[in-house]
Nanobody, 123 residues
Framework: VQLQASGGGLVQAGGSLRLSCAASGRTFSSYNMGWFRQAPGKEREFVAFITNIGNVLYYADSVKGRFTISRDNAKNTVYLQMNSLKPEDAAVYYC?????????????????WGQGTQVTVSS
């Protein structure tokens, strides 16, 4: 599967953005999907996870209550709605897909990655 992330941009603290990740191929509904982010000089970190049919969701503690992951398998797209953004949320955001098992919060558990979309939050 090929993934294309979009929707990043510049937003003021307290604002909102919705990221999208469009997938190619007919088997998108087979993939569990995750969002990760990476700030300059930092390791890539887990943000959110959703199972292939959307029945199980996980979030990093730092975004819980502010971010929402969702998916539309008919549109081959996964979303990340980000509200109440903070300067520390600024990073390049990546979507990722996997069909295997393993810790959903670890980048190594994902075989497929989008190219990333930049989110900048001004204070």
């Amino acid at each position: 599967v090929q993934l294309q992330a979009s929707g990043g941009g510049l937003v003021q603290a307290g604002g909102s953005l919705r990221l999208s990740c469009a997938a190619s191929g007919r088997t998108f509904s087979s993939y569990n999907m995750g969002w990760f982010r990476q700030a300059p000089g930092k390791e890539r970190e887990f943000v959110a996870f959703i199972t292939n049919i959307g029945n199980v969701l996980y979030y990093a503690d730092s975004v819980k209550g502010r971010f929402t992951i969702s998916r539309d398998n008919a549109k081959n797209t996964v979303y990340l709605q980000m509200n109440s953004l903070k300067p520390e949320d600024a990073a390049v955001y990546y979507c990722a897909g996997r069909t295997g098992i393993g810790n959903y919060a670890l980048p190594i558990s994902y075989a497929y990655w989008g190219q990333g979309t930049q989110v900048t939050v001004s204070s």
